[in-house]
């Protein structure tokens, strides 16, 4: 919109801009630098950065500009259901470990799912202190998983190991108890 001539106003409730890229995505992945290289341009083309606003009256956004578009973050975490105990939620454990607060959660994680952002919580669990060995429980097998071929090889090469047919079922003691999957025909 503003290289098209347009004056624009963007306001974010936290105070730094770049939502669930800054706070969940591991810098091995998207660095600080590229969010804030992208922001930069934006300046350059006359946006005005409003952070720590929080909208809560759009009719008053309406009252004082032309037109309003709203980019609101979809984040709605997944939770994996477990018979008994209870999982960390792989976008609260990303923005744990990005800002530091994420403790050793034990020598040996298991990660359950298929796509990047699995492949992101493995990846980020590796490098914790203490942690000697991650894995990717998928209920599928390993060429159905949708994260990235490219994510996969580099999670692979870094030590994650994956376990494929796998469901999990039960957290107890430090112990995760799953279920064999069987692939059946295509529905």
């Known amino acids: 919109?503003?290289?098209?001539?347009?004056?624009?106003?963007?306001?974010?409730?936290?105070?730094?801009f770049g939502g669930l890229v800054r706070r969940?995505?591991?810098?091995?992945?998207i660095a600080d630098g590229m969010i804030d290289a992208d922001l930069a341009l934006l300046k350059s083309w006359g946006v005005e950065l409003k952070p720590?606003?929080?909208?809560?009256?759009?009719g008053a956004l309406l009252r004082n500009h032309d037109a309003v578009l709203l980019t609101i973050g979809a984040e709605q975490p997944g939770r994996l259901k477990l018979k008994s105990g209870q999982a960390?939620?792989?976008?609260?454990?990303?923005?744990?470990?990005?800002?530091?607060n994420m403790l050793p959660p034990g020598k040996q994680i298991v990660v359950a799912g298929g796509g990047n952002s699995a492949v992101d919580a493995a990846r980020?669990?590796?490098?914790?202190?203490?942690?000697?060995?991650?894995?990717?429980?998928?209920?599928?097998d390993l060429r159905q998983m949708p994260a990235a071929e490219e994510e996969l090889k580099l999670a692979q090469a870094e030590g994650v190991r994956f376990l494929p047919l796998l469901q999990p079922l039960s957290l107890s003691?430090?112990?995760l108890s799953c279920g064999r999957m069987r692939l059946g025909p295509a529905d």
């Open 173 to 175: 003691g430090g112990q």
């Open 24 to 29: 969940v995505i591991p810098a091995f992945r």
């Open 1 to 16: 919109l503003a290289r098209r001539g347009w004056q624009v106003a963007v306001f974010e409730r936290e105070a730094d």
């Open 52 to 58: 720590n606003h929080e909208v809560e009256d759009i």
């Open 124 to 140: 980020a669990a590796l490098r914790l202190p203490g942690v000697e060995r991650v894995s990717i429980a998928y209920r599928r």
């Open 88 to 100: 960390m939620n792989a976008l609260d454990f990303l923005a744990a470990c990005k800002s530091g």
